[in-house]
């Protein structure tokens, strides 16, 4: 079976850090466009970073310079490390795979994780 399970969400201090995790199974990381998207109460999903085939990382703006995503092909994970966090990052973080190059948004991925919920406080 297809899995996509995140972990490493929490509550945390604005400033602070968290490192989340998505552990996949029954494909290859390698050969999908990883994503991370998150989505916070009333608002649409927004799509905060992507890691293409190539290795190549991709960022949204209120993000970018703050978050890094990396994945790992041999554990067949994606992370997102997230520093310097703010309150406006409190989501639920969404991992999700396309098969191939990186295109489209939420809903145009093959597979999508549960989610994980960061909560950053004051």
């Known amino acids: 079976d297809v899995k996509l399970e995140e972990s490493g969400g929490g509550l945390v201090q604005a400033g602070g850090s968290l490192r989340l995790s998505c552990a996949a199974s029954?494909?290859?990381?390698?050969?999908?466009?990883m994503s991370w998207y998150r989505q916070a109460p009333g608002k649409e999903h927004e799509l905060v970073s992507r890691?293409?085939?190539?290795?190549?990382?991709t960022y949204s703006r209120s993000v970018k310079g703050r978050f890094t995503v990396s994945k790992d092909n041999s554990n067949n994970t994606l992370y997102l490390q997230m520093d310097s966090l703010e309150p406006e990052d409190t989501a639920v973080y969404y991992c999700?795979?396309?098969?191939?190059?990186?295109?489209?948004?939420?809903?145009?991925?093959?597979?999508r994780g549960q989610g994980t919920q960061v909560t950053v406080s004051l």
């Open positions: 999700a795979a396309k098969y191939g190059y990186c295109s489209g948004s939420w809903g145009a991925d093959s597979y």
């Open positions: 029954g494909f290859t990381v390698s050969g999908y466009c």
């Open positions: 890691i293409t085939i190539h290795g190549i990382d």
